[in-house]
C-alpha cells in the first residue's frame, strides 16, 4: 500500500520461466513506415524524427547483433528485459513488477549481488521472470519448482541438472549479450579446448558423441580465435555463449561427469532395444534380409532418440542414390514385359511380375519425394529428429520404417524372380520340360551360392565340425 492507501502491487500473476521459454522467435508483430518530414540542420534538435527517447535513469538501450532492441538496468537488482520501454504503458509495467520482485526478495533475504541479473518478461496475464548468476553460471528463481513445471528433462544428479541450468545461463547470454561488459579470455580458452578435442574425437572415432562435423570444428576454431581477440564486443560475447550453450546441451545429453556417461554415440544408456518380433521376422523373408540392415542403422542413427545429422545426411544420401536406381531399373524390367505380348507365357507370373514391378517404382518415387528434403544442406538435426520421433514406435522400433526402405529393391527381385520361372515356362514349351527342369536347377545352384558368400550369418548348423575350415590362429595374429 502507498501513503494514501492504494495498492500497489501489479496486476496479474508472476510465472517462473526458463530462458528457453521468452519467446524470442515467435514474437510477429508489423512495422508500419509512411512519409516523414526530415527536419533542416543538424538531425539533433528539438522536433527532430530523431530527438532520442526517454528512459528512466539507471536504463539504457542495447541492439542485439541480430538486430532486436532490450534494455538493462544497472542498479542493486540488476534486469534486462525486451518489453518496448519506449512505451509509457510497457516501462510502467516494468517498473512496477522490478519493485514488486525485489519486495519478494527482501522479504526471503535473498541477497542483490553484482552477478545476480533479473529478466522479466511482460505477458497479458501478468509477469515471467527467470533469474541468471553470472558467477556460477547459472539460472535460479524465487521459489522451489519441479523441473517439469519449467520444461527442463529429468535428471540423473545435482550435478546433471547444473549442466542443464549451465545451458539456461548461456542461452540468456546469447540472446543479451551487450550490456555486461563481456567474457574473460579464459572462457574463449576453455571453449577452444573442447572444439579442438572435439575435433580431434571426430577424425579419430567413428563413434565420437560430439555434434560437429570436422569441417565444422575447424570452423569454428577459427571463429573462436578472432573472438579470443575481442572477447568483451557483444557481438563476439553472443557467438561464444552460441557455441558454450550447444557444448552444455551436449553434455547434458551424454550425462558428461556423470556415474552413467555416453562414451560412444551408438552406445544407449536411457533407452532398451525391443525385442524381435514377427514383424521382424516376415519383414526379414519379404526383403531377403534387407529391412535388417536398415532397422539396424536406423536404430544406430537414433540411439537414446538423439539425432546426429552429421551421421544421417550419408545414410539417407545413399538410401536416395539407391531408391533413384531402383527406379530407373524397375523401369527397365518392367518394359521388358513388352516381349510377354509377343511369346506365350504364364499370364499369372506376367502379370505378378508386372505388378511387383509397378509397385516398386512407385515406392521409389514416393520415398525419393519424402525424403530428399531431409537430405538437403537446408535441413537440421530438429527436422530428423521430429520425422523419426513422428515414425518410431515404442514397441516395434523402426522395423516398418525399415521395411518400406527395403521394398523398392526387394519387389524387383521378387518380379525378377516371377520373370525368371516364367522364362523357364517358356524354355519348357519350347525345348521340353528336361531343359526347362536343368535351367531352373543350375539357375537355383547359382543363387544359393552366391547367397551363401555373401551371407553375414554363417550356414555351419548342418556341416559337420570335422569338415569346417578353421583359420590358422597364428595368420589372425
Not at 547483433?65 to 537488482?77: C, K, M, T, V, W
Not at 545426411?313 to 518392367?334: D, E, M
Not at 521388358?336 to 499369372?348: G, Q, W
Request: aromatic share 14%; with cysteine.
Amino acid at each position: 500500500m502507498d501513503s494514501k492507501g492504494h495498492n500497489t502491487f501489479p496486476e496479474g500473476s508472476l510465472r517462473p520461466i526458463t530462458s528457453l521459454d521468452t519467446g524470442r522467435y515467435d514474437r510477429r508483430s508489423f512495422a508500419n513506415p509512411q512519409s516523414t518530414t526530415i527536419a533542416a540542420g543538424y538531425p539533433y534538435v528539438q522536433g527532430s524524427m530523431y530527438l532520442p527517447h526517454y528512459l528512466p535513469p539507471q536504463w539504457s538501450s542495447y541492439t542485439h547483433p541480430e538486430g532486436q532492441l532490450y534494455f538493462y538496468r544497472d542498479s542493486a537488482l540488476k534486469i534486462t528485459t525486451d518489453a518496448y520501454l519506449y512505451s509509457p504503458e510497457n516501462l510502467a509495467k516494468v517498473l512496477s513488477w522490478a519493485k514488486y520482485i525485489e519486495a519478494i526478495l527482501e522479504e526471503k533475504s535473498i541477497p542483490f549481488s553484482n552477478s545476480i541479473e533479473l529478466y522479466i518478461l511482460i505477458e497479458e496475464a501478468g509477469c515471467a521472470y527467470y533469474f541468471i548468476d553470472h558467477a556460477s553460471k547459472s539460472q535460479f528463481w524465487l521459489e522451489s519448482l519441479q523441473n517439469d513445471q519449467l520444461g527442463i528433462p529429468d535428471v540423473d544428479s545435482p550435478s546433471h541438472l547444473n549442466l542443464y541450468l549451465e545451458h539456461l545461463y548461456w542461452v540468456h547470454i546469447e540472446h543479451f549479450p551487450m550490456h555486461f561488459g563481456g567474457l574473460p579470455v579464459q572462457v574463449v580458452d576453455s571453449l577452444l579446448y573442447v572444439f579442438t578435442h572435439g575435433l580431434t574425437d571426430q577424425i579419430t572415432s567413428q563413434t565420437s558423441t560430439f555434434y560437429y562435423t570436422q569441417t565444422e570444428c575447424e570452423q569454428f576454431i577459427k571463429v573462436l580465435k578472432l573472438a579470443r581477440q575481442n572477447s568483451a564486443d557483444g557481438h563476439q560475447v553472443c557467438v561464444i555463449a552460441r557455441l558454450w550453450r550447444s557444448v552444455c546441451d551436449n553434455r547434458f545429453q551424454t550425462h558428461y561427469g556423470q556415474e552413467t556417461s555416453r562414451l560412444g554415440r551408438n552406445q544407449a544408456i536411457l533407452y532398451d532395444s525391443p525385442l524381435s518380433s514377427r514383424i521382424s521376422a516376415v519383414a526379414r523373408c519379404l526383403t531377403f534380409n534387407a529391412s535388417d540392415v536398415y532397422s539396424a542403422k536406423l536404430n544406430d542413427l537414433f540411439v537414446d532418440h538423439l539425432v546426429y545429422f552429421s551421421q544421417w545426411q550419408p545414410f539417407i544420401r545413399r538410401c536416395l542414390q539407391g531408391w533413384k536406381r531402383s527406379f530407373w531399373t524397375a523401369l527397365a524390367i518392367l518394359l521388358l514385359h513388352v516381349f510377354m505380348f509377343k511369346i506365350e507365357c504364364s499370364p499369372n507370373l506376367a502379370i505378378a511380375s508386372g505388378f511387383l514391378t509397378s509397385t516398386s517404382l512407385l515406392l521409389s518415387a514416393i520415398l525419393v519425394h519424402r525424403y530428399e528434403r531431409l537430405e538437403g544442406d537446408d535441413a537440421c538435426a530438429n527436422d530428423v529428429y521430429e520425422h523419426l520421433e513422428a515414425v518410431h514406435s515404442s514397441r516395434y522400433d523402426f522395423q516398418f520404417l525399415a521395411l518400406s526402405f527395403a521394398l523398392p529393391s526387394a519387389l524387383q527381385l521378387w518380379a525378377l524372380l516371377s520373370l525368371g520361372v516364367n522364362v523357364i515356362v517358356v524354355l519348357g514349351d519350347v525345348f521340353g520340360l528336361r531343359w526347362a527342369v536343368a535351367c531352373g536347377l543350375s539357375v537355383a545352384l547359382v543363387l544359393l551360392y552366391i547367397l551363401r558368400i555373401t551371407a553375414q550369418s554363417t550356414w555351419n548348423i548342418t556341416v559337420p565340425n570335422m569338415l569346417r575350415w578353421k583359420k590358422d590362429e597364428e595368420s589372425m595374429v
